[in-house]
């Protein structure tokens, strides 16, 4: 049985694989061995750490088919961005120009430099093998994460957010980027990516214009792609759509894909999920529920089959054993 379990550091060289192979757009993992270390012991001190509020932590799992060894996804939390430095957005606003006179009144979509999101915990990271897209694994490796924030309140913001990929083509050209970010960077949208990526920030407010841009000066492909995902990332985004997150008119500011977001104690999975007592009983015959325990460094989450029942969850023997639970241990799960 598969499961979702906090990254270790024996977990390097899966993580770089999928590094290498998730394409452009993959930011917040570049593929640097010596970075992708980095961000494994900070993970490694964050389940460790005592913590009352949001700060510098950062929680990255990966999913795990335990009877091949094999690491087939990963995903991460941030329980606070923009706390060291800030943390950009394009907030799409709007600008009217109108005259009597002349009978013209004009609407024009307007870009905003934006740090409005700072402080606000993020979902990122998230990376499933083309070979582990099938059974529900999406939903597995996505929405895990909603269990153990529940189960751990105090770690994480009152506002959840996710900035989803942008449009590319398969050459990883962004016309987002080729329509503005370009004009000021005068790099090449992979290299701004990857260097973004290496936490090298400073530059952006640098760079970039500080003054409103006006969406009809860009090029009508870069248009046209403001606020919309890659084809490969749609799914994720109907997930969180399906956990109550919106877009609220802030885009990235190299590919123009969309940022959504949602009060944390009003995402479905969060708000609906219930702690149950552990009991040992008839695998399958009920509707599928992610399962979580409730420990920290231990967590583990999976997705299994339950009879709706308000006390207990009876869980397989696999599934308990998956979890490291035992008759009587807590629970939490929510339905799919």
Known sequence: ??????????????LLHMAQTAGAGFTSLPPVREFLAKKIELSERSF?????????????????????????GCCAVEAACG????????HVGLTVHASRELGVYN?????????????????????LRPDFRSGGNGHLLSKSRFLFIAAHRARFADKLIAEMRGVSDEHGRSPFWEGLGRHFF????????????MGNKAFIAELMPAHPIYTVLLPPE??????????????????LEQEGFRYQNYIDIFDGGPT???????????????????????????????????RLGDFRCV?????????????????????????????RVVDL
């Open 107 to 127: 609407r024009t979509p307007t870009l905003y430099l934006s740090n409005d999101y700072t402080g606000a915990s993020v979902l990122c990271s998230l990376y």
């Open 186 to 197: 005068t790099i090449d949208y992979d290299r701004a990516e990857h260097v973004v990526g």
């Open 48 to 72: 460790a750490a005592h913590v009352t509020e949001p700060g510098h932590q950062r929680y990255l799992f990966v999913l795990e088919d335990p009877a091949r060894g094999v690491v087939g």
């Open 260 to 294: 959504v977001e949602a009060p944390t104690a009003e995402v479905r999975s969060i708000k609906r999920s219930r702690v149950l007592e552990t009991r040992i009983g008839k695998a399958g015959g009920g509707a599928p529920h992610l399962v979580a325990n409730e």
């Open 303 to 331: 997705l299994a089959e339950l009879v709706p029942d308000p006390a207990t969850a009876a869980l397989s023997e696999e599934a308990a054993a998956a979890l490291g639970v035992k008759p009587g241990d807590p629970v």
């Open 222 to 239: 870069a248009r046209a792609v403001m606020g919309k995902v890659h084809p490969q990332t749609a799914p994720a985004l109907r997930l």
């Open 1 to 14: 049985m598969l499961y979702i379990r906090p990254i270790r550091s024996d977990d390097l060289d899966a």
């Open 83 to 90: 706390l060291d430095e800030p943390f950009y957005n394009y």
